[in-house]
């Protein structure tokens, strides 16, 4: 999951050492996830004379930027060189800034890895230049940030949250056999990172027919609780959601919200009272007008959203372009003859992107025209796969 | 893909050190790809004093194995380890055995991972004993050897070669889109691991249609030169395959087989002249029967071949339970709505294997069961996954 920073190694000749050290900042800053949020993740570590003085990461919303806790383990930390995943931030939020941290504690020399594309907080690193700093970064691509940082970097433009979608596959690409009986696809050891990956988000979002059949509780039961749980969302379009959705609101704490169209609303919240907060969307021959939903959210709060399923609501996220992170699941399992392939075939209109893989070519050649995949096809491995126990994830990133 | 070697670190005390050593042993082993067969791939480092005196690996068959070749380098071995990814053959072979120039180096003690099944060559760990050398192995299990060696580990009672598949799939588990109209699901670096992987077989396998639409050449153009050319095999149940096979035989080198059934084989040997060996084939009313086609091949003297589709051929195979591994190439492209599933729907009925996956269980509370999936199922990773650019390798082996 270590970007290469190439790109940064060339151009400012960092070091073997330099490289190693980003490259652990980086790393520290994963254990933030499901705890900083609407903060980055953010790791540091500070070095002398080869001697690592202290490490620390950002470890929860309101509580010490990364380069603060690492430089407070590190005690006397004046000469030396402060690692850190992000520029170090020069405003006043939640602490006070860390570039005035950083200069107080006399460091000598600042490696940070990702811009700071904040309008306040951004720009720290040109302002510890001007006080004598010597300061290296950023290095690698934007793109590189977002897989590390996926909310964080997410266009605030949109307009609607950062929405990840959760896909379990078998190896031929389908959900379930013949029939549509459900089948755990995957083992304990992937539904545990699912339970990691929720503690990262602000909702989680399915459609009526797998909450009830998958797990009715979307909760986050795994190794880190979130500073937040994410609100459940129920997408329900004909408004049928009735009292069973009592375990959505008693197992999260929050009111859980379910979104149907526009005039089923209000029968559908006296229905359920206090048991729901009820969202009208508009409907579409397709189903929810999905853009509008993810405004809805987004208007309450919700900056990032993850996508459970079922088939036909990824799809339709797909279709629409409103993806911009996919944890796919592969499990070794053959469903073959029959079984229901990853999205349904009546799923709504696969749009533009269905002409995104290349035209065949007839060469004779394919192997050795050095012909290069162009990142505009729509998406892009973001991290290395890992292997939880015998699935595999793989984490794709839509390409700008 | 180093395997943990966990089960033979807690039975043996092998040290951190022994565990490396034994690592890159298994490591170098693999640049035998393509080169060593029927041989097994197979590494060997000479240690003495914590001081590495020399690496080896077999590099082709017939040459040097690669304790003998690690040897070499070291020189003077008196008194150092051994370390190596098979047992010492004690066999005389197309060379010497190892266990003797072993011996006769004066190596204090030898470390080996999987143990040699042969009847001949295999029991060269007790007889060094015997000698006085102090030899710690087997480790790991059966499994992970065939992992590294899946030909040498293929069962030899099952009188028919070891069957690899290879499957490109989008992320939606789909191989084209609406229509079929072909596209490069795959990047030029998953192309180039495929060139790599064919130099390994003996046999590369596919359906009539796709060798046409595919590739003709199914010759193995890349970093590696095999020892001998795979011999492509074209599965052409109709006898349609006319003179474009010229293709098939001009670039191999050697004459292609087309396999077809037993009514037509005989017109269509005479329509194709030198062209290509036609193979008589049992149909049924799924196709050619594919057991008798491979126990042909068998017969023939190709004891591993590479499928390569088209989807039907595949499903065939997977169904009648004869593949033993799949190299999965996954492309970040989604296909979406009408697209070819990876199988087709009407491909032969996928039998028991269908079953496989977990009954989905109405748990409220999945994740905490700690219920571990069977091997049984079918499939297992055998390796760790693979970034090729933005594809990602799975590779399955079937469970045993």
Redesign the interface.
């Known amino acids: 999951m270590i970007p290469s920073l190439e790109s940064g190694v060339g151009e400012s000749g960092l070091s073997e050492e330099d490289h190693r050290h980003l490259a652990r900042a980086i790393e520290l800053g994963r254990a933030g996830w499901g705890r900083v949020h609407p903060n980055p993740m953010v790791g540091a570590v500070v070095v002398r004379d080869g001697v690592v003085l202290g490490e620390g990461h950002h470890e929860v919303l309101g509580g010490a930027h990364a380069e603060v806790a690492a430089l407070s383990v590190a005690g006397d930390a004046r000469g030396a060189t402060l690692y850190t995943s992000l520029e170090p931030c020069r405003h006043h939020g939640r602490t006070p800034p860390c570039t005035e941290a950083v200069h107080a504690a006399g460091v000598a020399r600042v490696v940070f890895w990702a811009a700071d594309p904040g309008a306040e907080a951004g720009g720290g690193g040109e302002l510890l230049r001007k006080r004598g700093v010597i300061v290296d970064g950023p290095f690698g691509r934007r793109e590189e940030w977002r897989a590390e940082n996926p909310f964080f970097f997410h266009d605030p433009d949109s307009a609607r949250p950062c929405v990840a979608l959760k896909?379990a596959?078998?190896?031929?690409?389908?959900i379930a056999?013949?029939g549509g009986?459900?089948?755990?696809?995957t083992?304990?050891e992937s539904?545990?990172e699912v339970?990691r990956l929720r503690a990262g988000f602000d909702a989680i979002l399915v459609g009526r027919r797998t909450w009830e059949?998958?797990?009715?509780?979307l909760t986050v039961?795994?190794s880190i609780t979130p500073r937040v749980a994410p609100v459940p969302v129920l997408l329900d379009r004909q408004g049928r959601a009735t009292a069973e959705l009592r375990a959505l609101g008693e197992a999260t704490g929050a009111t859980g919200i379910v979104a149907t169209s526009s005039e089923r609303a209000a029968a559908l919240q006296q229905r359920l009272g206090a048991l729901a907060d009820v969202l009208a969307v508009p409907a579409t021959p397709h189903g929810l007008d999905l853009r509008t939903l993810l405004a809805s959210l987004h208007e309450r709060g919700v900056t990032r959203v993850l996508c459970e399923g079922g088939g036909r609501l990824a799809?339709s996220l797909?279709?629409a372009r409103l993806v911009d992170r996919?944890y796919?699941f592969?499990?070794?399992?053959?469903?073959?003859?029959?079984?229901v392939?990853?999205?349904p075939?009546?799923?709504?209109?696969?749009?533009p992107?269905?002409?995104?893989?290349?035209?065949?070519?007839r060469t004779?050649?394919?192997?050795?025209?050095?012909?290069?995949?162009s990142r505009a096809?729509?998406?892009?491995?973001c991290a290395?796969?890992?292997?939880f126990?015998?699935?595999?994830l793989?984490v794709?990133d839509r390409s700008a």
């Open positions: 896909l596959v078998s190896f031929d690409g389908r056999p013949a009986r459900r089948v755990w696809l083992g304990p539904r545990r339970h059949a998958d797990d009715p509780r039961r795994g799809a797909l279709s996919i796919l592969v499990a070794p399992v053959f469903i073959g003859r029959g079984g392939p990853a999205f075939l009546d799923a709504a209109d696969s749009g992107e269905a002409a995104a893989a290349h035209p065949a070519r004779r050649d394919p192997v050795h025209t050095g012909e290069s995949r096809e729509g998406w892009h491995s290395d796969p890992v292997r126990g015998n699935d595999t793989i794709l």
